[in-house]
């Protein structure tokens, strides 16, 4: 029995699953699952994961895991996208903890209003969007020396923390304002072998 990998590909919580696992060279099977047409809310899919949120997998043995960062570093574990060394380790955990708690809800959030319900720019909350250039600014400095954001390598981090990062202009959040960052971008999705995200 394959990964399954329950998501949708308008998340970049969900892509981030799908990044690491193809990273990996898993063998997944992935379910489209949308959340604006009520697919997470259905009984089956309630069953998997209680929250009705994706992304959610089930393992080959048949459990099923939610939220995206511990799925990541789930199937990553024992890989070279976390490293070996106990303190980078528990940075690359510092920078996981903070794009949930400091990023996603600013800028994903940002995205979300603005391109999935059509709000324009000019009336996200400003407090909002204060925090999402907070946000966008404190990765710009992070990665300013030209590498990656923990250690010599790519992580988990730099594949969590791009995911909303690199769509952060569908909520008009200009990424070329930081050009450190845009240029980590760059570099991230060479390591991915993504091209470069379009709207």
């Known amino acids: 029995m394959n990964l399954k990998i329950y998501g949708d590909s308008i998340s970049g919580n969900c892509l981030k699953v799908k990044w690491t696992a193809d990273r990996l060279g898993l063998d997944y099977d992935w379910i489209e699952t949308g959340v604006l047409n009520g697919q997470t809310r259905t009984p089956a899919f309630l069953t998997l994961n209680g929250a009705g949120q994706v992304p959610v997998v089930v393992l080959p043995d048949g459990r099923p895991l939610a939220q995206s960062n511990a799925i990541i570093l789930h199937l990553a574990e024992g890989s070279a996208l976390i490293p070996r060394d106990a303190y980078q380790r528990a940075r690359m955990l510092e920078w996981l903890f903070w794009e949930q708690y400091s990023h996603e809800p ?62 952060a202009g569908d909520g008009g959040l200009a990424v070329s304002d930081y050009p450190a960052l845009a240029a980590w971008i760059g570099r991230v999705e060479q390591a991915l072998g993504l091209g470069p995200y379009e709207a």
């Open 106 to 167: 600013y800028v994903a959030v940002a995205r979300f209003q603005v391109k999935h319900l059509g709000r324009p720019v000019g009336e996200l909350e400003p407090r909002l969007v204060e925090r999402a250039r907070g946000a966008l600014a404190r990765l710009d400095g992070a990665v300013a020396d030209g590498g990656f954001l923990v250690g010599e390598g790519l992580s988990l981090a730099d594949i969590a923390l791009v995911a909303y990062s690199r769509m």
